[in-house]
């Protein structure tokens, strides 16, 4: 293990140095360079990435051995042990400020310099080894900070999206008490209703927002089973069919064999049942919306058409962050959610989602998911 240890002589001693090279060739090290100077020694140290430096402290040229170890250190993480034929108290100082990894007086035995060697480039190994494991655990804190700032984020914008559903309900409990004796019938079941409807979409935001929490923290488990894709998009365009009380038609065409599809059947239902939602949601009374199945190699391809209000080029690619609604919405409600989990399902499946849109003239959602994994 020895043999593949790379050391760098700075030394300007010619002899010295081919004589420490043999020494260490001896030893088993491999001896990428000798050199004479600081510089030089920052340059090759540069270069060659040796994994230790054997460095005299008395050089010529502008910089000494002291600084260019310091150098070597800071910029390559290289161990530095120092050779010194006499040492001052000033010299040692400075020498030891560097952080040395050994420090060898001349002359020294063979034993002492092997010795020496090992010591250094054990201790650098260690010291890599705590320098990774802190940054593990950096990166860990940093996570689990950015997760707490995006969960209160959502708790924050969903406490705000919930205002608007509670007053509604305020509001019509309030007049259903204050003036429950003077409504028509109609009147009192259309204050019923709003309540009722207020209640549902606070129960389906919150549902939404458990799922992108659960989708976030890794919760949600992608499942595949072998899945007929035919009949499970029929059925559900059926069944959406029969919820679409403004008369849209749904129309459904496959193309191809998907008989060896092995799928997570819940996320496909998330998928679909948004983004076929959000074509009726989006298009005007009676249109048109298509449900398009085909097959490249081994990816399903799912587009959904429709020829409703379009999405302004600017606000399309973010659209599938939570909360975000484009600008052209009007008075359609929604909460911005359904297309975060659509994309959440889409990556847990390993696929991806492109939209194409156009203001007027309508929207195409196209998600791409592999067959089987
Ligand atoms: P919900 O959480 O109830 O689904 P939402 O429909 O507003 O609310 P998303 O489904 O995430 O939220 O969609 C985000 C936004 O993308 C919508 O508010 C709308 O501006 C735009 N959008 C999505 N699908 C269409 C579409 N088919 N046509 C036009 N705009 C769309
Ligand atoms: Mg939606």
Do not use: W
Request: glycine letters at 6%; one cysteine or more; charged letters at 25%.
């Amino acid at each position: 293990m020895k043999a593949s240890k790379k050391i760098l002589i700075v030394e300007d001693e010619l002899i010295v140095a081919e004589d420490l090279a043999d020494t260490l060739r001896n030893l088993g090290y491999s001896v990428v360079d000798i050199v004479a100077s600081g510089e030089k020694a920052i340059e090759i140290a540069s270069k060659k990435r040796p994994d230790l430096v054997l460095m005299d402290i008395m050089l010529p040229g502008k910089i000494d051995g002291v600084e260019a170890a310091g150098e070597i250190r800071r910029k390559f993480d290289i161990p530095v042990v120092y050779l010194t034929a006499y040492a001052d108290q000033k010299t040692v100082e400075r020498a030891t400020a560097t952080e040395p990894f050994g420090y060898l007086i001349k002359p020294f035995e063979e034993k002492e310099l092997h010795t020496t060697i090992e010591i250094a480039l054990r201790r650098h190994q260690v010291e890599q080894n705590i320098k990774l494991r802190l940054e593990i655990v950096e990166k860990m804190k940093k996570q689990a900070e950015e997760e707490r700032d995006r969960h209160s984020h959502y708790v924050c914008m969903a406490s705000h999206e919930f205002r608007h559903p509670l007053t509604t309900i305020f509001i019509s409990t309030e007049i259903l008490k204050q003036y429950g004796d003077q409504l028509t019938e109609e009147k009192k079941i259309k204050h019923f209703d709003s309540i009722q409807s207020a209640v549902r979409s606070m129960n389906q935001m919150l549902e939404d927002v458990l799922t992108i929490g659960r989708a976030d923290s890794g919760k949600i488990e992608f499942n595949p089973i072998p899945l007929d894709l035919v009949y499970f998009c029929s059925e559900l365009v059926e069944s959406l069919r029969q919820g679409a009380e403004s008369h849209h038609t749904i129309e459904f065409i496959a193309e191809g064999d998907f008989s060896d599809a092995v799928m997570d059947n819940h996320l496909l239902h998330h998928i679909l049942t948004n983004l076929i939602s959000n074509a009726i949601k989006y298009s005007p009374e009676g249109g048109k919306v298509r449900l398009l199945l085909t097959r490249e190699g081994e990816q399903a391809i799912f587009r959904v058409q429709d020829q409703g209000i379009g999405i302004p080029e600017t606000e399309q690619a973010q659209l599938f962050q939570v909360f975000h609604r484009a600008t052209n919405v009007g008075n359609i409600p929604g909460t911005g959610l359904g297309l975060a989990i659509v994309k959440r399902s889409v990556d847990l499946h390993g696929g991806e989602i492109t939209v194409e849109s156009k203001v007027g003239i309508g929207s195409t959602f196209t998600v791409k998911l592999p067959l089987h994994n």
